[in-house]
């Protein structure tokens, strides 16, 4: 089988996680659009929703995901080597800033970066998950490559704010997921729309609509839009973030209906895979 194409040493095959049904990466072509929030919210919606959800964050250079969910202890390394992932809101986390706590930058090549992502993603005692979520670093890079050399992906999806300027960085992302060969999910619009709290007028900041129109360009979907609202940022903050909220909160609802969305995406690729897979 093998023969035939004079290749370097042999890249072993992306291995499944046992017990691990949907492995999603979250990305953006540049920093700053709030991925990881989306990210966090996305898994805390589809935990409120009965999914049994994971979250690696895979954004070595700037873990952002134990400030969001308000953890901040080293996990602990059971009997085998295995690392157990920290509990958050109904998550299973795991992220490098557990390990390298405080602002302290990691300065790592692209072996170690592979080889951390591998361990993060075989290592841990992930358990059964419905859905596990990996938060990329921004930009187009080694981790996303280490990632699917590492585990099949479902799919992926891409964060943008409507400004011109994030846009032609989703529009790198989307293309980068194209040729590693990922199906992109989708893409969804964050800092949207912004509502003034005092005369409750629409303010248009990032010229909202742009990612709609960048989605039909590509053919995908749209999975959705979340204002910009000073009320998610605190969550984020605080490490409580605002999809706690419950699907009923003004500030949670667009986390659930991207929730909703993605697992209809992903539904409909496994129907279309004839994947036998129950989400």
């Known amino acids: 089988m093998s023969h035939g194409h004079a290749q370097g040493p042999q890249v072993p095959a992306p291995q499944n996680i046992p017990g691990v049904t949907n492995i999603l990466a979250v990305g953006s072509g540049k920093g700053g659009v709030g991925k990881t929030t989306t990210?966090?919210?996305?898994?805390?919606?589809?935990?409120?929703?009965?999914?049994?959800?994971?979250?690696?964050?895979?954004d070595i250079?700037?873990?952002?995901?134990p400030l969001m969910v308000g953890r901040m202890q080293p996990p602990r390394v059971s009997e085998g080597n295995r690392i157990e992932p920290i509990e958050a809101h109904g998550l299973k986390v795991i992220s490098v800033g557990f390990i390298n706590p405080g602002d302290k930058p990691l300065v790592w090549r692209g072996p170690m970066l592979h080889s951390v992502i591998r361990q993060f993603l075989q290592q841990v005692d992930w358990g059964t998950l419905d859905f596990l979520i990996?938060?990329?670093?921004?930009?187009?890079g080694d981790v996303v490559i280490s990632l699917v050399q590492?585990?099949?992906?479902?799919?992926?999806?891409?964060?943008?704010t409507p400004s011109d300027v994030s846009l032609q960085d989703a529009r790198k992302a989307i293309?980068?997921?194209?040729?590693?060969?990922?199906?992109?999910l989708g893409i969804v619009e964050n800092m949207s729309n912004f509502v003034c709290p005092h005369c409750h007028h629409e303010i248009d900041i990032f010229s909202k609509g742009g990612v709609e129109k960048t989605a039909r360009q590509f053919d995908l979907p749209f999975l959705g839009a979340i204002d910009l609202d000073?009320?998610?940022?605190?969550?984020?903050?605080?490490?409580?973030?605002?999809?706690?909220?419950?699907?009923?909160?003004?500030?949670?609802?667009?986390?659930y209906e991207l929730a909703k969305k993605l697992t209809a995406a992903v539904a409909a690729r496994a129907a279309d895979?004839?994947?036998?897979?129950?989400?």
């Open 175 to 184: 293309e980068m997921f194209k040729q590693v060969h990922v199906d992109v």
């Open 39 to 58: 990210a966090v919210n996305l898994c805390i919606a589809l935990a409120q929703l009965g999914y049994k959800v994971g979250l690696l964050d895979a």
């Open 150 to 160: 590492t585990v099949p992906l479902t799919g992926a999806i891409v964060v943008s």
């Open 273 to 279: 895979d004839n994947f036998i897979q129950i989400v």
């Open 230 to 255: 000073p009320a998610i940022r605190r969550g984020g903050d605080s490490g409580l973030p605002a999809a706690l909220g419950g699907e009923a909160s003004p500030n949670a609802k667009a986390f």
């Open 61 to 65: 250079y700037g873990p952002n995901v």
């Open 134 to 140: 990996v938060d990329l670093p921004p930009g187009t």
